[in-house]
């Protein structure tokens, strides 16, 4: 089992950057594969990113080229670089864990959430 607590969320301008992080705890987090989620109000939540126990990535295609997902597994830590925030970009973004290879952006793949962090981006 693992804990997470995300971390970074915030209001910009379109155009903006933002970096999210998330926490995790527990053993065996290196063999875990990560992912970022988003939903905003009334919408379905998103898968946003992946990176699996290989740091294979995978992206939506709403967010290739702006967004970049990375891991230190010596801390435990998941970040979500984004660049040129778009006011779409606006969601709830979550952290989210589980044993899973080949990973995949189903959230349904997932049994660890954290809380979430809001990014709101504004014209």
């Known amino acids: 089992q693992v804990q997470l607590v995300e971390s970074g969320g915030g209001s910009v301008q379109s155009g903006g950057s933002l970096r999210l992080s998330c926490a995790a705890s527990g053993s065996s987090y290196s063999v875990y594969s990560m992912a970022w989620f988003r939903q905003a109000p009334g919408k379905e939540r998103e898968g946003v990113a992946l990176?699996?126990?290989?740091?294979?990535?995978k992206y939506a295609d709403a967010v290739k080229g702006r967004f970049t997902i990375s891991r230190d597994n010596a801390n435990k830590m998941l970040y979500l670089e984004m660049n040129n925030l778009k006011p779409e970009d606006t969601a709830m973004y979550y952290c989210a864990a589980d044993r899973i290879y080949p990973a995949s952006l189903r959230s349904y793949e997932y049994r660890w959430w954290g809380q979430g962090t809001q990014v709101t981006v504004s014209n």
């Open positions: 990176i699996d126990r290989t740091t294979t990535v």
